[in-house]
């Protein structure tokens, strides 16, 4: 095979949306490659690149074939038994197969399969060059992208995300020709809109990342996310301070420019009397500047601008970056001295004129239902009752300030700010804010008990009552994020060492749901009138439900940290009975899983498993664990006893204290009566004492085990 040349496919566009970006350049080279390969055309797709900017989408993939390789296809007839009479010759069936194949009966091949054997016709058809593929190839990648809008312009009968201007499609120095979104491809691709607005010719597919660079575009995604770091560290050091530049902040601005330039900046101190949350909120997420702290970690009144231009008058930016803060600053100072006029609690009696949903009832109605499951949980894990109901009373009064109606992410944050400002209990200031943690993905869970206690209530009656309106997550679809809700609520309940029985629990927040929530969520019967509502069995059924749902959370956060699935499935099948006590099982079992006697134990208990199962489904019923010592006619019988016997007395503290990783190292030490015992004996004897002596030995051994996992199924 010819050596291959690298292929680069540009488009440049209006600006893109900075969100998507990364995702249209994602799937760009995924479609494309996948297509080249479903073609069988050779390429180093281990190497391939994708390069976004805000005007342009690209794709660069080394060593590609210059010729797609002859296509073999095969096309299957009729049955042998079918295409043969019983002289041996062709049925009509067979000669009309041959036909519209274009060949001759005596070119078909026959196929042999475990259904049988079929007639093929195989026909090979030289392969295309690229550059006959590539530009349909590129055209149905592009319709591919995930566009939820896309638009048209001028009058094209085309759409895309963004109007398109220009098309390079090199393979190694020569112009693959073709037509997409009616550009003509060629080499000619536009540097920086302002620094380099002239046409770039581009040498090769290799040549034009320097090219671009050259003209004031960085097209690497990754050099600008490490230019942005580089700049932003430069423009700091005259600030003195800090800068606070998050991930997802870095690929915004990322996203946003395509020669970025860091420029400090200066407001008025007199702003920093507003809580710095609501002015780092501003300056991120709606202006996209970076926020500067002290060595303390307080906000400073500096920070940094990231500029598309390295312009001969930065001053005139900076004034203008300036310019732009200072009304966002005064709304939110605005905001926040009115707010401070009504105490928090003063807005309760308005919640009850906001919607939760609509057979939920009001944002009064949920709080109520918080608070009451706050103060259960509080009574159940030490946590004083009062301090968390009147927390649970306030949590959802910070949605009506103004602060909040402009700043939705300030949800919780301000709470706590208004709450400490109204004189309310430093322990319930804090659950306002840390009860919505973890917000998002690999965040903490809240660090105090008042919040944790509020978390779990929340959680629960959020999962309950959109469970029941029929409005639980569908396939891709989660609308509400009830799976973040429902990790958010096991990370709490393990992470928090919160001992609370989830079944318990869920049971709670279902029975407060009003009955219009139940009935919401029930289909009409067949002939489209309501069935009517059985509050308790609908109750019972969401309960399954959620149960399910709120487990299958367990298998993502506990596979991260390194568990298998058979461990999760050992300590699942004993139902502990919080998910605190399920991870320490887990735990236990993991650290059994690497002793040397765990492998033969968990193949043992597997063996009893199946022993006493089938014993079971023989006799009618579950084996009986009363040992007669009368009954033993070997040794081996006789020490596995008194091993089990052993075991049980030296454990039973352990599990006491749910001290499973010490339960489990004791269990460990049966393995050599265990191994003696299958060495020795026939299970099945066939005298019926001796035969039912030695299932109850096997009953006690699977239930010893039993008390912590079933780890016959590790």
Known sequence: MAEGKSLLVELGTEELPPHALDALGAAFLRDLSGALAKAGVHAGFDAARAYVTPRRLAVHIPDVAAMQPAQTQERRGPAVAVGLDAAGQPTPALSGFARSCGVEVEALEQLETDKGAWFVARTVRPGQPLAALLPGMVDEALKGLPIPRPMRWADHDYSFVRPA????????NGIVDGDVLGLASGRRSYGHRYMHPQPVHVADADSWLDALRMANVLADPVERRERIRDE???AAVATGGTPHLDETLLDELANLTEWPVAIACTFDPAFLDVPPEALVATMVVHQKFVPVFDADGRLTEHFIGVAN????????IRRGY????????ADAKFFWDADLQTPLADHRAALAKVTYQRALGSLADKSERIGALARSIAGEVGVDVETASRAASLCKCDLLTRMVGEFPELQGVMGRHYATHSGEAPAVAAALDS???????GDAIAPDRVGQVLSVADRLDTLAGIFAVGLKPSGSKDPFALRRVALGLARTLIEGELELGLRASLEAALQQLPEAALAAGVKPGKNGKPVPLDAARRRAELLDELLVFVIERLHGYYTAQGFDHGQLEAVLAVDPPSLLDFDRRLRAVLAFGRLPEAMALAAANKRVANILRQQAEAGGGAVAMDVDPACFEHDSERELATALASARQETALALEARDYAAVLTRLARLQAPVDA???SVLVNAEEPRVRANRLALLAQLKAQFASVADIALL
């Open 322 to 329: 300036e310019r732009v803060i200072r009304p966002r600053f």
């Open 232 to 234: 932003v560290a430069r």
């Open 165 to 172: 201007h220009w098309l390079l499609m090199l393979h190694g």
């Open 435 to 441: 009860y919505y943690r973890p917000r998002f993905g």
């Open 677 to 679: 015992f299958f060495d």
């Open 309 to 316: 231009i390295a312009s001969a008058e930065p001053e005139a």
